[in-house]
């Protein structure tokens, strides 16, 4: 596609992903979500800003240091590094506000306390004492950072230390300090302690270790505890692999954990001198230095006990539907080859998707299984399934993405165990990632082959599965499997795109092959329309949207008069409320399930095509991935996945609306309205398929 997207507005796509995590820290400060549903809102606030610093402040960082020592580049960007570190900072203010005025108060009136920069009951200190003992003082390995070379002593990532100054009682004003490892990793967060009038108490790990820090240096005077945490640069970069790719995406995550830092997270209470001392030591540059609070790693909430039991505490059971007209059939993969099946998760039970593959490892008439695994499940029944198939004489071809961030170290354990049951494994392409979620089995009966095809919005992940959005297409369409079997023969070659001779793609939107054509067609196509005087809408949900072709595909859709809903939960570089976007409405979902689904509806005067698919509208997507969107043709199941895509823009309960500005406007019920709150909406009528 042409560029079309010079000097259009467009919003900093860092920006926009602080915007959309502050609306998880907004979730934690909303009084209608239950108590331990807001705490866990905050550990995903923290876990998705440690993630930030991971993968994009590096980006950050670097620009904004070329920009200082460039004149040239001067001229041609603008570094965000200030307007991001504001923001950060504005939002961790707030986060611990929410904390320590909102819900350790809450807590409290639940006769719940759990200690926060506060002294410790007089009646707890022997059971901490007998805890540190005989439980934590194994996994303590403190250091002087005196008697160490800087280059001796390495902070791994996002691990808790505390620095202890220390005097002695003969040299009270020569401080010397260590440093004391928090091993949260290897032992609980939080240790429950007795209650004490009826108020049940949670100490942090860390507390134990501050309660106890004299017991490792004797002799000693400690002057203060300060924790610190480094978060380190995961940006490898793995688009060049080749050859041997298992050995060199293994080399690479060893590297990760050692990447340059990217944020020192250090105690707001640390004196001056030693917070100069620290960020000499450890080769620390200001930019990366980040005031915190006492406690860090608070995305460890998300496992913080519930010694009170309480409905109230947790959101309403809402237990996954069973699809009766499934649970009748006695085999799945006969009805697939009837008619096309669709399965909205976690909503209905994913079980069936596992079921499929179970009857596909064991049925003497499956010849052959493919399957491309993004992010694998740690203990995979799909996986273990196909092992099962292999062992059964069936041909099972498996594409493992082993550049999935951060699942690398699990994707390379399935591969090896998959291979070593005799199944055949394909690894990454070079500089692609194959972020589509296809699977295909072929079952012979005599001279008759039967092609049953799994399509998906996400990974085939039961784990996932339970809290993401997502939807699954099972389906025997000739066009789109016999297309699916090309596709697979295609990913086995490990060619570059560019290289391989031209696929007819027909039914299936394949990124680096037609996904980026057929969609702007289908927009030009609702342009023409408007421009006609005909209905003209387009309907899209994502979760990133930031490629600037296609956001300038949508302005031109709203210039012309196409009303362009969107549905976008994180990053989102288009502009509302410019001339260019008169026409479009950005809205953004953060409730108990993420969503994940990516959805595509247009009008076509009429005669409405849907799509769903993999692909974000991201360069990453567009550009460098293989991605598979595909059509749903039955209209019953149409009506399915419109009438879920409704009910997400009719919510008025957590729904926002983005402004100009990026900021989180609530979406509020009309007066008389009554209020609708999508996801259990959507349970309600996925239920209702049933009747």
Not at 125 to 146: G, H, M, N
Not at 543 to 563: H, P, R
Not at 630 to 642: A, D, G, S
Request: glycine content about 4%; proline content about 5%.
């Amino acid at each position: 596609m042409d560029n079309i997207s010079v000097n259009l507005p467009l919003f900093d796509r860092d920006l926009s992903w602080l915007s959309f995590n502050y609306r998880v820290l907004c979730m934690a400060n909303d009084s209608t979500v239950p108590l331990y549903e807001r705490i866990k809102f905050l550990s995903i606030f923290s876990s998705n800003l440690d993630e930030f610093f991971r993968v994009r402040m590096p980006a950050v960082l670097a620009v904004d240091h070329l920009i200082r020592t460039d004149p040239a580049a001067a001229g041609t960007a603008e570094s965000m590094l200030p307007a991001v570190q504001e923001e950060i900072s504005r939002q961790l203010g707030e986060f611990g506000q929410t904390l320590t005025q909102n819900l350790l108060p809450a807590l409290h009136n639940n006769h719940i306390h759990l200690y926060y920069n506060e002294p410790v009951h007089t009646t707890h200190k022997a059971d901490i004492r007998e805890y540190f003992l005989t439980r934590v003082l194994a996994f303590l390995q403190p250091l002087w950072l005196q008697g160490h070379k800087p280059e001796e002593v390495f902070l791994e990532n996002n691990l808790l230390y505390v620095v202890v100054s220390l005097s002695t009682a003969e040299e009270p004003d020569m401080l010397k300090y260590a440093l004391v490892n928090i091993p949260s990793n290897q032992l609980p967060r939080f240790t429950e302690l007795p209650p004490i009038d009826d108020v049940f108490y949670i100490i942090m790990l860390d507390d134990v270790i501050r309660e106890n820090v004299g017991f490792i240096f004797p002799g000693y005077t400690v002057n203060g505890c300060y924790s610190i945490k480094i978060t380190r640069d995961a940006e490898t970069d793995m688009n060049e692999l080749a050859h041997d790719v298992l050995e060199q995406v293994e080399t690479m995550i060893a590297k990760r954990e050692l990447g340059i830092p990217t944020r020192f997270l250090y105690d707001a209470a640390m004196p001056l001198a030693l917070r100069q001392l620290l960020a000499v030591y450890f080769k620390i540059l200001p930019e990366e230095m980040v005031r915190g609070g006492r406690y860090h790693n608070l995305k460890d909430l998300m496992d913080l006990p519930m010694p009170v039991k309480s409905p109230l505490f947790s959101y309403p059971r809402q237990p996954a539907v069973q699809m009766h007209t499934l649970d009748n059939v006695p085999r799945l993969l006969e009805e697939v080859l009837k008619r096309d099946i669709l399965l909205h998760a976690p909503y209905q039970r994913y079980d069936y998707i596992l079921r499929f593959f179970n009857e596909a490892a064991v049925d003497p008439a499956v010849v052959e299984i493919y399957i491309t695994l993004y992010r694998i499940a740690s203990g995979s029944q799909i996986a273990n399934a196909l092992i099962s198939a292999a062992h059964n004489g069936k041909q099972v071809t498996v594409f493992v993405e082993l550049k999935a961030r951060f699942d690398e170290a699990n994707n390379i354990r399935w591969a090896k165990k998959m291979k070593a049951a005799g199944v055949k494994i394909v690894y990454s392409i070079p500089g692609l990632k194959v972020h589509a979620k296809i699977a295909l089995v072929k079952r012979r009966r005599g001279y008759v082959w039967d092609y049953a095809g799994l399509m998906a919005t996400g990974n085939f992940n039961e784990s996932t599965a339970r809290f993401y959005t997502d939807h699954v297409l099972l389906t025997a369409h000739r066009g789109m499997t016999q297309e699916l079997e090309l596709l697979f023969l295609y990913l086995q070659t490990r060619e570059q795109p560019g290289r391989y001779s031209y696929l007819p793609f027909k039914h299936l939107l394949v990124a680096q092959f037609n996904l980026v054509d057929r969609f702007s067609e289908m927009i030009d196509r609702e342009i023409a329309n408007a421009k006609a005087g005909k209905p003209a809408c387009i309907t899209i949900k994502l979760n990133n949207l930031q490629e600037k072709d296609m956001i300038a595909k949508l302005y031109a859709a709203s210039d012309a008069g196409v009303e362009v809903r969107m549905l976008v939960r994180s990053i989102c570089c288009l502009l509302p409320e410019q001339p260019e976007s008169r026409n479009i409405t950005v809205r953004r979902i953060v409730d108990r399930y993420l969503e994940h689904a990516r959805v595509f509806i247009f009008h076509n005067d009429g005669q409405e095509e849907v799509y769903m698919g993999s692909a974000d509208w991201m360069n990453r997507n567009l550009l460098r991935r293989i991605e598979v969107c595909f059509p749903i043709y039955e209209p019953q199941l149409q009506e399915q996945l419109k009438e879920i895509i409704r009910l997400q823009l009719a919510d008025n309960t957590n729904a926002v609306m983005l402004d100009a500005n990026m900021h989180n406007v609530p979406v509020k019920p009309a007066p008389g309205e009554a209020p609708v709150n999508a996801q259990m909406a959507i349970h309600a009528y996925v239920e209702a398929l049933n009747h």
